[in-house]
């Protein structure tokens, strides 16, 4: 795969969204990058969390995206996947690549360890560590985190079903890794959007007993992601209740603070830097058709479980093209996609302004997360127009 370095300095540049959209008046959807909002994200975490931050780039691998991500400080990577490692590689030199997925297919450790000089992997049972001992030769230059499955608790959507494994078991691997000569280090994941700062310390006590029954002193722990977005419908809690719960469960390991701790945030360092500008191409009644839909932007919010909505602003057009100030929502319409499927409608109700019709403009913010890495271009229809708002 050949990759070419993108630059936010090559987009359109406006100093507010009301801006772009009066200067633009786009008719396809826009993603406004916010750098303001990507420096603060990363900020919280680079200032407050006791250990290395890792970009889950899952959550947004948008070229634009990574830039922002990297220029904000991000020099560590949640990478799943040999293009992903590319994606990063290519384009920064400088950064840390860690294959932090479970199930890898046959010869990407190998390339992942060879070529890109990857180190860290993840292992949740007897035959992905086989098969990544034979591809990396093991050695204690590999650090294998053996991943622990946490209970169903405060997050949205639980990532335990489909990997980890139990306390013993994850006790058992970790004594084959120290047998390999490879370095033992352990990971869990509490669910991606959760809402429980409790979750990570239980799962870190988790950690605690598997490290005891082991008898294995592990050389890190990766605590993982689930740092949720800011999203309407959901209760977050400040991020300083997250690192304070954290860094007070740390405490409870034998090595304390001197055992080196990642993250892997997604949400947290990317959904508010983005802002989606769609516009209303046909109203029928109490349904409206907008320029995006759940093939595009949207289909996080047809989850099963998922309540949260993105917040949202309107600015209407008048009769002569004039863009209106933001206005307020007081009637509730159906939204559907462009598209000609049936499923293409978002799951709730959106409260929008009862005059609302063809031209007007709805803006999503907070859609960073997500949004573009499950985009399809079905039906031909495939958002990908970029511009930076702020500084």
């Avoid at 070419?4 to 540049?13: E, K, M, W, Y």
Wanted: hydrophobic residues 40%; charged residues 20%.
């Amino acid at each position: 795969m050949n990759i070419a370095p993108v630059h936010a300095d090559t987009l359109p540049r406006f100093a507010t969204i009301e801006d772009l959209i009066k200067r633009e008046k786009p008719i396809e959807p826009v993603y406004a990058l916010h750098p303001e909002k990507f420096r603060t994200a990363a900020k919280r975490f680079l200032d407050a969390f006791p250990g290395d931050t890792l970009f889950a780039i899952k959550a947004n691998p948008a070229p634009h995206v990574l830039e922002q991500v990297h220029a904000a400080g991000i020099r560590h990577f949640d990478t799943a996947s040999l293009a992903e490692i590319e994606n990063v590689k290519t384009r920064f030199p400088d950064a840390h690549c860690h294959f932090m997925a479970p199930v890898r297919a046959p010869g990407a450790a190998h390339a992942a360890f060879t070529k890109y000089g990857v180190r860290d992997f993840v292992v949740d049972c007897d035959y992905e560590l086989d098969k990544l001992l034979a591809e990396t030769k093991g050695g204690p230059s590999l650090r294998v985190f053996v991943r622990i499955a946490t209970p169903l608790g405060g997050a949205v959507l639980e990532l335990s079903s489909k990997f980890g494994t139990t306390p013993d078991d994850a006790a058992r691997l970790l004594k084959r890794v120290v047998e390999a000569g490879a370095t033992p280090a352990l990971t869990f994941h509490v669910g991606s959007q959760c809402l429980s700062p409790f979750s990570y310390a239980q799962a870190i006590e988790m950690a605690r007993r598997t490290e005891t029954t082991a008898s294995v002193k592990i050389a890190a722990l990766d605590i993982g992601g689930g740092f949720p977005g800011p999203y309407q419908g959901n209760d977050v809690p400040p991020y300083h209740w997250y690192f304070d719960t954290i860094r007070e469960a740390l405490a409870t390991l034998p090595e304390g603070e001197k055992l080196p701790v990642m993250c892997e945030p997604g949400r947290a360092l990317v959904a508010e830097g983005v802002s989606l500008v769609t516009q209303v191409i046909l109203r029928k009644g109490d349904k409206l058709y907008i320029n995006d839909g759940i093939y595009g932007s949207f289909d996080e919010l047809t989850l099963p479980g998922w309540t949260a909505d993105y917040p949202i602003r309107v600015f209407a057009v008048d009769a002569k093209g004039r863009v209106l100030a933001e206005q307020n929502g007081n009637k509730p319409f159906r939204v559907y996609g462009p598209t000609c499927d049936t499923l293409d409608v978002l799951p709730r109700p959106l409260m929008l302004p009862a005059e609302i019709g063809p031209g007007d403009f709805i803006v999503f913010d907070a859609i960073g997360a997500y949004s573009v890495a499950v985009r399809t271009n079905f039906n031909g229809f495939f958002p990908d127009r970029w511009a930076v708002v702020g500084n």
